[in-house]
């Protein structure tokens, strides 16, 4: 069982979310507003979803306001489709986004998968370079400095990390990283792959390459 908070302004929405993810043995909270989002609330949920067209505070800006406070993966339901919403909300350190209108089963089965990630714990260190992984306490530094990646980030990260030289498309590390096929989340890698690029070149790293018309790869040492 996991604790879930759920904010969205619709009234049916939130009756549903409780509904469809409560079948699934978790216990579900459900909000109306951004800005009753406390950080009890925060410290209380493994998984957060987040409407993102909200009156008041919007998710976007519950997200900013929230993000150094909740500990698990938080999750924009968004009826905007446009890429520089997707890239805004991520880049703000929320983790994955459905599209409105979008199935239960979908968002059951993507929640599922988030949760399954967040319980992972290896029990190793990797060293890349002058890269060092902490798997267990999923963490990486670049001689002794932190690096400050979010827990999406990371994971996309230590999976390249993992496998030097081998190339991965954008479906195929959104499905290796979060459990659940991406076919349509294209958006989302692409956004956590700059948020990584810029943070590691930041301490003079630059290991992700390009892989053009296919996807991205960790550089063979």
């Not at 294209?186 to 956004?191: K, L, M, V």
Request: glycine share 10%; proline share 3%; with cysteine.
């Amino acid at each position: 069982m996991a604790h879930i908070l759920a904010v969205d302004d619709d009234a049916d929405l939130r009756a549903l979310l409780k509904t469809a993810l409560e079948r699934d043995g978790h216990q579900v909270t459900v909000l109306s507003q951004g800005d009753e989002v406390q950080e009890a609330h925060c410290r209380w949920a493994d998984c957060i979803l987040l409407d993102v067209m909200m009156p008041g505070e919007d998710g976007f800006a519950t997200c900013r306001r929230i993000r150094a406070l909740a500990d698990g993966p938080i999750l924009f339901l968004t009826a905007k489709t446009g890429e520089e919403d997707v890239v805004s909300g991520l880049g703000l350190g929320g983790d994955d986004y459905l599209t409105k209108p979008f199935r239960l089963a979908e968002l059951r089965a993507r929640v599922n998968a988030h949760l399954r990630r967040q319980s992972r714990t290896p029990q190793h260190c990797l060293r890349r370079g002058e890269l060092e992984f902490d798997l267990s306490g999923r963490t990486v530094s670049c001689q002794g400095q932190a690096i400050r990646l979010t827990k999406s980030e990371y994971e996309i990260c230590q999976h390249l990390a993992l496998r030097p030289g081998q190339t991965f498309t954008k479906e195929q590390l959104y499905e290796a990283v979060f459990g659940f096929d991406g076919t349509g989340d294209n958006t989302a890698i692409t956004e956590h792959i700059k948020n990584i690029r810029a943070k590691l070149r930041a301490v003079g790293q630059a290991p992700i390459e390009t892989v053009w018309g296919v996807g991205y790869k960790w550089k063979s040492q």
